[in-house]
Nanobody, 125 residues
Framework: EVQLVESGGGLVHAGGSLTLSCAAS????????IGWFRQAPGKEREGVSC????????YYADSVKGRFTISWDNAKNTVYLQMNSLKPEDTAVYYC??????????????????WGKGTLVTVSS
């Protein structure tokens, strides 16, 4: 059984930082593109960032470029999202997702094979 378990969400002041973790189990890490989506109340879900563990290529949405950094620890089958300079508009539920042989550059434009349950990030002004 494939599981994606997010952790690290919480409440932070604007300008602060948080690191989200996504622990993946039950899948062959190298075969998947894994990353993050977010959904704020009343807004559409947005593909935030992803990484291909097979070649290290990454993708970032324009809204987070330069502030967020995605990485992975292959030994732990865990993907991290380091979020710096957080803004109130970053407030959302963040979901980890995995796509089998998913396109990095097209992240968010196709269906995912697996989803986590989400972790809430709240940025206060």
């Amino acid at each position: 059984e494939v599981q994606l378990v997010e952790s690290g969400g919480g409440l932070v002041h604007a300008g602060g930082s948080l690191t989200l973790s996504c622990a993946a189990s039950g899948l062959t890490f190298d075969d998947y593109t894994i990353g993050w989506f977010r959904q704020a109340p009343g807004k559409e879900r947005e593909g935030v960032s992803c990484i291909s563990s097979s070649d290290g290529r990454t993708y970032y949405a324009d809204s987070v470029k330069g502030r967020f950094t995605i990485s992975w620890d292959n030994a732990k089958n865990t993907v991290y999202l380091q979020m710096n300079s957080l803004k109130p508009e970053d407030t959302a539920v963040y979901y980890c997702a995995a796509a089998l042989y998913g396109s990095v550059i097209e992240w968010g434009k196709y269906g995912m094979n697996y989803w986590g349950k989400g972790t809430l990030v709240t940025v206060s002004s």
